[in-house]
């Protein structure tokens, strides 16, 4: 809000310049009646829209054009009362503002001192180096944000009363086969029993001047992945697989996955991972194609383009399926027992949580909660299939991705307008729906300023456990991975049944630098504002409280970051 001061001037009938009068910000174009005035001589002076009593009522009759002339014409008892008058008004005003009677008139400063009690982790995508303390560190005395709190934990009340966690009705393979007839008729029901990964042999009909990724949407759509795609197509002919005058070739599926979440260290696992000699990725970091390019989705607000279909998905596992093959073609035991260690891994943080599309696909249930997710049909494909999940404490996971994805105007202040906005949209939702229908709301997700959803983790992986075993799964910590990487490192070694290492590759891998970290220009920021904090805190604490229950580990509290 702010301050305005409004003035009045009612002219006297035989004024000639009716356009002198003014009321409420500016000249008026014809005589007009204040409605403040009431019809009399007089100047109204309005502090928030209230009259100020304490200033004099002066009649002032203006003679033709003259101003400061018709002033001097005055009596002299009248100048003296519009002076003492505009004297008394400076004096009410100045005391407003240095008493900060009302809260409109106080300025916060752009320059902030002093330390507040909880500094945030600023980890960006797994970055030990940032956990250091941090020392941009803002004033907790910005009143008009801390006077907010009280109408913004009515809100979070709100919706915590309202939180429920409900077991989802699983759909019948039957009906998953009717939204992806083609998928269905590309995947086999049963893969090679002599490879770690899921990998078949499908015929390959073109001819040997045939380029089979001419029609790749990965490819069409993005310049940065035409090199790597120029190096498989070189390599594409000497590895088919010859058999009665037709040509095969292997095709292979992940046989893990890195399913999330989104600004939580996904990227540093990633490129330590992919040190090892047993893993194979996809040759794009995050396709993204289970949650966003097999519905035709690159950008959602750019709509919807042509579906990518599960073959340009298997094309980016072809340098791995190339090495798979020399394995299964070869004629030493030693050399296929080497070749066949090899396990595909596939690391979009998008597979957890995005559920966006499905509005635009599935026929929508009377309840509002989508009757497919991603994970229906991954595990109708792979009910073997191993997922690694990395975690951050939801509400320093909502600021990286706030400073990550804002484009401009990015500061604490405008983050805290933000988050208000975005549990505001999120309790009207859970008034009228489920827990699980506001989460998977794409027109929801769309509207909150901040992606507030993806740190509800505990909805997910509910959802992904009605699928999977929990054995399937490996949670881990970002705060845990960057205090000590070597040990993370070694669980996912020992959970995906990879090799040792020599003392070079783990040094390689565990000492060298993060990835992802936050850019400079963002750690000028510093961390949000404390109020904030708690504001976040409030509303992820059930959430947190019902992950630590179903994972049996406190940690998942996040008490301690």
Known sequence: MRHCINCCIQLSPDDTHPQQAGCRGGPHHGHQECPACKGENRIVFRVDGKQMNLLAVLEVRAEGNESWGGFLRFKKGKRCSLVFGLIIMTLVMASYILSGVHQELLLSSPFHYGAFPSNPSLMDGGNPSDVKEHHHQPSINNISLVKDYPSIKLIINSITARIEFTTRQLPDVEDLKKQELHMFSVIPSKFLPNSKSPCWYEEFTGRNTTDPYLTNSYVLYSKRFRSTFDALRKAFWGHLSHANGKHFRLRCLPHFYIIGQPKCGTTDLYDRLRLHPEV???????????????????????????????????????????????????????????????????????????????????????????????????????????????????????????????????????????????????????????????????TLNNAMPVRLQVGLYAVYLLDWLTVFNKEQFLILRLEDHASNVKYTMHRVFQFLNLGPLSEKQEALMTKSPASNARRPEDRNLGPMWPVTQRILQDFYGPFNTQLARVLADEAFLWKKT
């Not at 035991?333 to 070749?339: D, R, W, Y």
């Not at 990550?404 to 999120?426: I, P, R």
Request: aromatic share 14%; net charge negative.
């Open 280 to 442: 194979k990725f996809s040759a794009i970091k995050e396709p993204h194609w289970w949650t966003r390019k097999r519905f035709g989705i690159v950008r959602l607000r750019d709509g919807l383009r042509d579906r990518y279909p599960v073959e340009d998905y298997l094309d980016l596992f072809d340098l791995a399926a190339h090495q798979i093959h020399q394995g299964l073609q070869a004629s030493s035991t030693k050399e296929q027992s080497k070749i066949n260690r090899i396990i595909i891994g596939e690391a979009s943080a998008s597979t957890m949580w995005d559920n966006n599309a499905w509005m635009f696909f599935y026929d929508n249930s009377t309840d509002g909660e989508p009757p497919f997710l991603t994970q229906d049909f991954i595990h109708a494909f792979q009910p073997d299939a191993k997922l690694i999940v990395m975690l951050r404490d939801p509400v320093e996971r909502l600021y990286s991705d706030y400073l990550y994805f804002a484009s401009s105007n990015k500061s604490a202040d405008d983050f805290h307008e933000k988050v208000t906005e975005a549990l505001q949209l999120f309790e009207n939702c859970m008034l009228d729906y489920s827990l699980r229908a506001c989460v998977y709301n794409n």
